[in-house]
């Protein structure tokens, strides 16, 4: 069974950092797609990066891609995502999410999720 489990989420202030890491246990590590999300309230699921299996091709969403890094750790199976001169428009719930065959910035191409980790900037 695969399992996601985020963490490293809290209140920041605006300008501070943040590492979310997530936890992946039952899934073939180093294979398909691996990515983050976030969900402000009222708002639709918005990607913010992505990244292969392998490691390779690392991507941010362009508006976010100076300031968020994801990484991976294929030893630990854990996904990281490195946020910086955060912003209160960055509150938001936090998902990470994988699939085996599809990659991208749309949501609708994950088949396994977490639950999410808060995220909360205050100006």
């Known amino acids: 069974q695969v399992q996601l489990v985020e963490s490293g989420g809290g209140s920041v202030q605006a300008g501070g950092s943040l590492t979310l890491s997530c936890a992946v246990s039952g899934y073939t590590y180093g294979g398909g797609c691996m990515a983050w999300f976030r969900q402000a309230p009222g708002k639709t699921r918005e990607g913010v990066a992505n990244?292969?299996?392998?490691?390779?091709?690392?991507t941010s969403a362009g508006s976010l891609m100076d300031r968020f890094t994801i990484s991976q750790n294929n030893a630990q199976n854990t996904l990281y995502l490195q946020m910086k001169s955060l912003k209160p428009d960055d509150t938001a719930m936090y998902y990470c999410?994988?699939?085996?065959?599809?990659?991208?910035?749309?949501?609708?191409?994950?088949?396994?999720w977490g639950r999410g980790t808060q995220v909360t900037v205050s100006s």
């Open positions: 990244i292969l299996g392998s490691g390779q091709s690392p």
């Open positions: 999410a994988a699939d085996y065959r599809r990659c991208g910035l749309n949501s609708k191409l994950y088949s396994y």
